[in-house]
């Protein structure tokens, strides 16, 4: 079995480290998971609609575009996403969202911070052509944040816990804030969770563990996530104090939050196509409201 993970996926980098997927599965025949890391959303999904991984945890707007575009992939379980913020220098006359208008902001093309761009900028009774869209990875929009060449950047924890820890970012908007809120997606291939539905529900279950004890292990978390990937205790720790941990398939409430995303997405000419998101969620994950 191959798995994509991001750095952000704290959750997901525990399990590797513990292995705890691994040992349920070689009961049931698989001897080996192989772990891909992915910056971002986008690019994960690439890999799972072209077979090269079977499953990945991303945030609300990749599957809409891999729906959009025709890939072969499937929701097999909900989480609460991390919080996202839209960031602004120091420094930055930038005060509110609605000074924002006819600035360069960044952030991943296709990612989950491409939706609470949007939304942050319709509670200013602005629209996406309002903006200067920058597309720029988390890596590249670190660079471009430091170096003044964008206004502002809209992304994730644990990078926005990063650039405020170190690069004094302020937020000027939140998904504390109700109306930017979202949750994110295990998506897998839809083959492979019609091939094999039971090591599917076992890797569910065990991450459905880790993210309980994950809530209940903050700052034990912030030590693992930083010792794995690099990134220091105090950004994982302001990350995981904000962080809402719970894992459980998706709810009616969770398949209308995302046909709205993509209703949205559509009527701004940003996919192509209406898609009916209720057609790929995996049968195996539906739950009652």
Same mark, same amino acid.
């Given at each position: ?119 942050? !900028? &319709? ?7 309002? #903006?200067?869209?920058?597309?720029? %990875?988390? +890596?590249? *929009?670190? @660079? ?76 034990? !978390? &912030? ?7 690099? #990134?220091?205790?105090?950004?994982? %720790?302001? +990350?995981? *104090?904000? @962080? ?46």
């Amino acid at each position: 079995m191959k798995i994509g993970f991001q750095k952000g996926s704290a959750v997901l980098v525990l399990a590797r480290k513990q292995q705890v997927i691994e040992n349920r599965l070689k009961a049931l025949g698989i001897p080996s998971v192989k772990w891909v890391e992915f910056q971002f959303g986008p690019p994960m999904l690439e890999a799972l609609g072209a077979g090269a991984i079977d499953l990945g945890s991303v945030g609300d707007t990749p599957p809409v575009f891999a729906q959009a575009g025709g890939s072969n992939l499937v929701y097999a379980a909900a989480t609460p996403s991390a919080q996202h913020a839209v960031l602004v220098p120091k420094n930055s006359p930038i005060k509110t969202v609605a000074d924002l208008k006819g600035k360069k902001v960044a952030f991943g093309k296709g990612s989950s911070a491409q939706n609470v761009t949007i939304k942050a !900028l &319709a509670t200013a009774g602005l629209t996406f052509q309002d #903006i200067v869209p920058t597309y720029l %990875s988390p +890596a590249d *929009a670190t @660079a471009a944040f430091n170096g003044g060449n964008i206004d502002a950047w809209v992304v994730w924890d644990p990078y926005y816990a990063i650039a405020e820890e170190r690069y004094g970012a302020r937020a000027i908007a939140d998904t504390t804030d109700k109306r930017l809120a979202s949750a994110s997606y295990y998506m897998a291939g839809k083959d492979f969770a019609t091939r094999h539905p039971a090591v599917l529900r076992a890797v569910l279950d065990e991450l459905a563990k880790l993210t309980t004890w994950s809530g209940q292990h903050r700052e034990e !978390l &912030a030590a693992l996530a930083a010792e794995a990937t690099g #990134i220091d205790v105090k950004s994982w %720790s302001s +990350a995981f *104090a904000r @962080a809402e941990f719970s894992l459980g398939p998706l709810t009616e409430a969770h398949v209308a939050q995302q046909q709205e995303l993509a209703d949205t997405f559509q009527s701004l000419g940003i996919i192509p196509r209406k898609i009916n998101v209720r057609d790929i969620v995996w049968n195996g994950a539906v739950a009652a409201q």
